[in-house]
């Protein structure tokens, strides 16, 4: 069965500095996609990136980051620069392979990151 | 409308009433999923449509959810005999397509409190 682990509950940072959010995730299929999506206090999940298993490159959009490593497993997020209005819930996903259709994900338990000013 | 919405956005209920939920997805997605989304924890697929077909219930969490689209656009989730471990934000999202990766948008949810 598909997991996600997000080991980082909470993280807390002061405006500007760097942050790193870990994704570990288990599959045992070969074609899979993995997601990141922000989720703000009004409650709304925002996608923000979506990987498939054949593309490991890594993609930067603004100061937002992502690492993608098969042999580990892993698919990581950065923030740049951090500024208050990143703060969020994040979560990875992982979509298994299509049942009629049915593209569903399997979130972790996501990182509350707080960035304070 | 330019997203999904639900409502009510709050809902408290007795232990034991029914509650339905409301969805209204993006005009003309074909695909509607419903998670819930316990207190701290990352959202779980509940079930699945594809215009108004109810393709995968598997996360049904007992028989006393209930959901349906019968047109293929509006979905409503019912629970029945509400408990208070059904206590949770009901995330429901549509999607443009059918097979392949598409993005699912999601809406604000509905955050059910059973006492």
């Known amino acids: 069965a598909q997991k996600v682990t997000q080991a980082q509950t909470e993280i807390s940072v002061v405006e500007k500095e760097d942050v790193t959010l870990d994704c570990v995730y288990e599959t045992r299929d070969t074609t899979y996609y993995l997601f990141w999506y922000k989720q703000p206090p009004s409650g709304e999940l925002v996608f923000l990136i979506r990987?498939?298993?054949?593309?490991?490159q890594n993609e930067i959009s603004g100061r937002y980051s992502w690492n993608f490593q098969k042999s580990t497993s892993s698919f990581n997020f950065t923030i740049t620069a951090s500024q208050v209005v990143d703060s969020a819930v994040y979560f990875c996903a992982l979509s298994e392979p299509p049942i009629q259709g049915a593209q569903k994900l399997v979130f972790g338990q996501g990182t509350r990151l707080t960035i304070n000013p | 409308g330019a997203g999904v919405s639900q409502s009510p956005r709050y809902k408290v209920a007795k232990r034991g009433q029914d509650v339905a939920l409301r969805c209204d997805p993006i005009s003309g997605h074909v695909s509607l999923f419903w998670y819930q989304q316990a207190l701290g924890q990352g959202p779980e697929f509940l079930t699945y449509?594809?215009?108004?077909?109810?393709?995968?219930k598997s996360g049904l969490p007992s028989d006393r959810f209930f959901a349906e689209r019968p047109e293929g656009s509006v979905s409503t989730l019912k629970i029945q005999r509400t408990q208070q471990e059904d206590s949770a934000v009901y995330l429901c999202?549509?999607?443009?397509?059918?097979?392949?990766?598409?993005?699912?948008?999601f809406g604000p949810g509905t955050r059910l409190t059973v006492l």
């Open positions: 449509f594809q215009n108004e077909a109810q393709l995968d």
């Open positions: 999202a549509s999607s443009p397509g059918v097979a392949g990766p598409w993005e699912q948008f």
């Open positions: 990987r498939n298993s054949f593309d490991e």
